[in-house]
């Protein structure tokens, strides 16, 4: 059996991304430094770090790139060599078909890409007297999960309103994922409301790191982000939470054998039992 490193240095990094390219690239490099300088393994963005349009604001198609022409994706492969860091981008917006795709890029510390993974889950949602956000107008849906073997252990990819289907989390976790990353955009209501909950719940239920990079702050255009990025341990304890008005960084050393612990513990993984459902009608038919 090969052996699993246990100590993950990881920087995360809270970004305010705009819909120019060139001042994300800037950001990239700002926290790739800041990462190298705190000696981590790996630096972890948000969702839509390479490019966050308006809310209202729809580019066309021509504005953006195939994967492999994608001017931030090759800026990420050229920061991962350079401070010699593993780097998942969050995501970034790219050229499908007929959409865009939100696309998730791990690349090693050697500048190559190792992972890719296109979000499942599109946030549509229609919020009481506020203006809905339908990302199926933009964007359409990939239909495969992604799971990366690293020196410390499996890791799984997610985006954002993935976070809201937890069998995507026990599938991965299941196949024996260490970490799963959630880089995300959540509104204020929805983050107010809901972030915190599910992110300890995803960890929880696995007994897995959750790692939720996050978007915060006025962007560009009038949209507003909730911010909060979080590393979540096994046992569903906030080991660092980032604060909801500006980007920051910060570095933390996590313990992935805390995972094979936390299920040894409590083995739900393993607990599930079959089962049907019975219906039962208990309606009152009078004449």
């Known amino acids: 059996m090969v052996s699993m490193r246990a100590d993950l240095r990881l920087g995360i990094a809270q970004t305010t991304s705009s819909h120019h390219f060139d001042e994300n690239i800037h950001a990239l490099w700002r926290a ?47 920061c991962a060599k350079t401070f010699k860091l593993w780097l998942h981008i969050g995501s970034t917006p790219i050229r499908g078909n007929d959409k865009l795709l939100n696309h998730s890029v791990l690349i090693n510390s050697l500048g190559e890409t190792r992972c890719i993974y296109n979000k499942i889950h599109l946030f549509d949602y229609r919020p009481d007297h506020h203006q809905p956000l339908l990302e199926s107008n933009r964007f359409s849906a990939g239909d495969e999960g992604a799971l990366v073997q690293t020196d410390w252990g499996l890791w799984g990819l997610c985006i954002c309103y993935d976070l809201r289907f937890p069998n995507l989390f026990r599938d991965y976790a299941k196949r024996g994922a260490r970490l799963i990353f959630v880089p995300s955009a959540f509104t204020l209501e929805t983050g107010r409301d809901h972030w915190m909950s599910l992110l300890r719940a995803r960890a929880i239920e696995n007994g897995c790191w959750i790692v939720a990079a996050a978007q915060v702050g006025h962007h560009s255009g009038g949209r507003e982000t909730y911010g909060h990025s979080m590393l979540i341990s096994p046992w569903g304890r906030v080991v660092l939470e980032l604060g909801g008005d500006a980007t920051e960084f910060a570095a933390q050393t996590l313990n992935l054998d805390e995972v094979e612990n936390s299920r040894r513990q409590i083995d739900s993984l393993n607990h599930g039992r079959p089962y049907s459902i019975k219906y039962f009608d208990d309606r009152r038919h009078v004449d």
């Open 32 to 78: 790739g430094k800041a990462a190298h300088a705190s000696r981590c393994h790996l630096l972890v963005l948000p969702e839509m770090s390479g490019f966050l349009a308006a809310q209202d604001d729809h580019p066309p198609l021509s504005k953006f790139y195939l994967s492999e022409n994608d001017p931030y994706l090759g800026a990420a492969k050229e």
